[in-house]
């Protein structure tokens, strides 16, 4: 057996918490300068010495990783164990359906009925229930009540399961609904700093926290001086059955943060100013870790605001180094005195604890001043595109015109478009053609216009974590309400507290109340709205939009601002901090300049302006001080586990296998492992390919496999009517989706897909070339995406996908992936992939391929009504190039050079197997 501490790191110290063993990183001095390594590196150095066992982590592991030079890293491949894994309610169903699923493959491989145990969580996993619930009622004091009464009965069978998975899996704890939003319960109550597990070779361990959640926000973690990141669910299973991340030691750039926050600014417009800035940079694939003076007096809760949007900025983590304000947070959210102790101890004797002094070698150095940040939104389609607030006005107008085709006219006297750019200047007119439509909803008559806002949410653990910007939007309606302003009446207002934690300060705040008379009821304790659940629109102001082909807008304080996302009747979506949401539903519109217009007028009819109901920053600090207590975090989290006594009543089956339930349109047992053999088979060519979407740059995961409303005619919608499911309980596609059924259907459903194989169109449609028309100038025939996929595997015909950059941006959804597999697409060629997508589709069997620099399917002329042909065979190597033959219509064949998108030789593994879980299914039979 190898020597697990080849290195002599292993060591007992008395800690507050007791004896506890230790693996030391000084042990590893004589090997490198560890002080010039980042923090997070150290983290994983840690976690490779620990886990030392001769054959998954070796010596030369520890030794690569002690050497770790930033500024030529090279491609070492590491395997990382993380501590623990957590899961949200849309992407935890289909995890434990998997695992279900493989404890029936394995009974069928082995002939055995007690090898199902084989396959049990062998690390700490929490799933928290915080996707489900949706936007139904608001504005009024039952609207909480009612969306949680929709949400039991729309979930229920869901619920069921995962009760069956709570009492069939070791290791696994399920947080009920009504209790939060996953992140921010991470970060307020899970989350240890340093955690503590059973060392093999006896004693207690302790050592750094880490994880991977199966949602890509799972950053949030990196600003309390946690290592995780998002990863699909598929990836996620393969850590919670005892696998490592295999990974290739990452870039890491260092973001100096120097100076304050200024007046009127807050941590959303400072993460937004972040996420701009390191998307420019580009930092897809990389750590960024933050250092400087600037981090002296920046609360935690910011910090955390900054870290959840790393997959904003496209890193895979944004981290913070634990310190004073990392202990002070522990303290104030309820944990205990000696843990925190403890963190301090570790943290220091691990060199973990942040030293600004300590020369630490980047790979890349950026540098932000606070005082430099001010008030600002993103959009109005992606979440890098920040606007300043002083300019919103303008930039509404141009892309109200460039972006959603609304021709634009001067103002009489303005000088002429053409005079303008000989200036250098740009038309800010309001728009020639801004539509208006009258309605009349609530009892009152109005003219719904483009840029209306009709959605204002307070929504999503980026902000409702962060008690300063929660504060301050209690502070604006306070002031609002004191002068008299009202929200406008098309506006659907709702507050979605990230924990009960923030009702309790609000109501110790007295602004409950205040919030209440703009309409910002509390409608549920979850993601709502962020994750698209933001509930239908009045039919009136859906009617209105839709009669005038208006671009309705929304204003909502959370991360994702993708097409097709917030809501169906909305092309138009604003990332804002809490106040200023509030601010956008007073003034109904983006077509203002809340920095010199009114905002209102008062109940004497004298204009406000925003500035004037803007709280100051004591004020903000003075309401955080006095309302916000450790006893709050105590009290809510005493009893997370046990849920509302709807969730108690639950029913759920017992035993070791699930029963599954073939009527059943929410949980369906998927084919993934059906006949699995023993032995993976090789690595053969793809030949005669069809392409079933041809994409632009930007294809988000949602865009491939949304998580909100399922309209009504489509395959998926067809589906669900055929097994006699109501309208009114489609849910969404992110509920369904421990149903393979649905959401093979749902792929590429979003609304807003815009298929160049299907021009004109938009929403999951393509050319099906199985339905060739006799006439040359018309090939094929348009059809769903689903329908399609079904002929060509009818037909025996393999799929693939052309695409642009950052294919796969956005969301850690496995089913982006999954669906795709379903189709029967075996490759994606793309520009560039977004770093979780790409190890999902290796993780299911899908070849990932990249054009050359420079190169992309325009510039090669494909329109996509050649075949392909991917000559790859069992040799198959990582990174490696590989050669596509295309044959055009007229019987022409030309080929191209791609890179291979399989990073390690694991990986390799991977895609000889079909997947990850084939491969750790196997490997346990």
Known sequence: ??????????????????????YRLEALRGIADLSRLPYSIRVLLESALRNIDGFVVTEEHVKAIANYNARSVGEVEIPFKPGRVVLQDFTGVPAVVDLAAMRDAMVEMTGDPSSASKVNPLVPCDLVIDHSVQVDAFGSDVALTINADHEFERNNERYEFLKWGQQAFDNFRVVPPATGIVHQVNLEYLAKVAWEAEDPQGGTVLFPDSLVGTDSHTTMINGLGVVGWGVGGIEAEAVMLGQPIYMLLPEVVGVKLTGVLKEGATATDLVLRVTQMLREHGVVGKFVEFHGPGLAKMPLANRATIANMAPEYGATMGFFPIDEQTLEYLRLSGRDEKLIETVEQYARTQMLWRDDSQSIVYSDDLELDLSTVEPALAGPKRPQDRIALSAMQSQWRQDLSATFGRAAAPVPGDSTPSEMAAEGGVVVAEPESTRAVETTYDGKTFELKDGAVVIAAITSCTNTSNPEVMLAAGLV???????????????????APGSKVVTDYYERAGLTGDLEALGFHTVGYGCTTCIGNSGPLPDEISAAIQSGDLIAC??????RNFEGRVNPDVRANYLASPPLVVAYAIAGTVDIDLSSEPIGEDTKGHPVMLSEIWPTQAEIAAAVAENVTREQFVDQYADVFAGSQ?????KSSEGDRYA???????????????????????????????CLAKLGDSVTTDHISPAGAIKTGTPAAQYLDENGVARSMYNSYGSRRGNDRVMTRGTFANIRVRNQLAPGTEGGWTTDFTQRDTLIDQPGQAAYIYDAAMNYQASGTPLVVLAGNDYGMGSSRDWAAKGTFLLGVRAVIASSFERIHRSNLVGMGILPLVFEAGVTHEFLGLDGTETFSIAIDDNLEPRQKVVVTVTHPGGKTTSFETLCRIDTPVEIEYYRNGGILQTVLRNMA
């Not at 929304?554 to 991360?559: F, I, M, R």
């Open 554 to 559: 929304s204003v909502l304080s959370g991360n």
């Open 477 to 495: 309606a306070k002031k609002a309400v004191a002068r008299g302003l009202q929200r406008k009446p098309w506006v659907k207002t709702s507050l």
């Open 1 to 22: 057996m190898a020597n697990q501490d080849p290195f002599g790191a292993r060591q007992t110290i008395d800690t507050p918490r007791g004896e506890r063993v230790i």
């Open 646 to 650: 709807q969730w108690q009543d639950v």
């Open 660 to 690: 599954w339930d073939e009527d059943s349109t929410y949980v369906r047992q998927p084919p993934f492992f059906s006949g699995l053999s023993g032995e993976p088979g090789l690595i053969h060519a793809i030949e005669g390919a069809r």
